[in-house]
C-alpha cells in the first residue's frame, strides 16, 4: 500500500461527497428525497471525518512538520459537525434551510479542496510505509463503525440557528 493509495481512498469519499451535495441543491422544499440525500450525506461525512481523524490526522499529529494543517482540518471537521448538527434542526421546508445548505455546500467544497490539493500532497513527504498500512487498516473499519453509529438530528429544532 502507498501513500497515493489512503489519499485515493479519501479522494473517492470525498467525489462521493460532492455528487451528494449536487442532488441536494437539486431538491425542493421537505421532499422526501431531500431528507434521504441529507441523512445519507451526515452519515457519511460524521462517518469519514471521524475516520479520517483516527487514521490520517492522528499520524500527522505526530510530524511537526505537519501539526499546524492537521490541527486546521481537525478544527474544520468541528465546525462542518456543527453546521451539519444546525442544518439537521432547521425547517427542510423553509428558504432559511437552503440559504444554510448552501452556505455549508461553499464551506464543505472549500474544505475537501484544501485537503486535496494542499495537505494530501504536503503529508505525502512525511509518511513512512508503517504509517500508511495503519492509516489503510485503521481507516475502513473505522468509518464501518462510525457510519452505523452516526446521529442525523443531534438537536431539536428550537436549537437550531437563526
Do not use: C
Not at 18 to 42: N, Q
Amino acid at each position: 500500500m502507498t501513500a497515493e493509495t489512503i489519499f485515493a481512498r479519501l479522494k473517492q469519499d470525498h467525489d462521493r461527497h460532492r455528487s451528494l451535495l449536487d442532488r441536494i441543491l437539486e431538491t425542493h422544499g421537505e421532499s422526501d428525497e431531500r431528507e434521504t440525500l441529507f441523512t445519507e450525506l451526515t452519515k457519511e461525512l460524521k462517518s469519514h471525518a471521524a475516520a479520517e481523524e483516527q487514521a490520517l490526522y492522528s499520524t500527522m499529529l505526530r510530524k511537526p512538520e505537519t501539526t499546524g494543517e492537521t490541527r486546521h482540518s481537525v478544527a474544520e471537521h468541528h465546525e462542518i459537525e456543527e453546521a451539519l448538527n444546525d442544518l439537521a434542526a432547521t425547517d427542510m421546508a423553509t428558504g432559511g434551510w437552503l440559504t444554510k445548505f448552501k452556505s455549508f455546500d461553499h464551506q464543505y467544497r472549500h474544505h475537501i479542496d484544501e485537503e486535496e490539493e494542499d495537505h494530501f500532497p504536503d503529508f505525502e513527504n512525511y509518511l513512512t510505509e508503517a504509517d500508511e498500512e495503519h492509516m489503510e487498516s485503521v481507516f475502513e473499519r473505522r468509518k464501518r463503525e462510525e457510519k452505523t453509529e452516526a446521529e442525523v438530528t443531534p438537536e431539536k429544532k428550537e436549537d437550531a440557528k437563526e
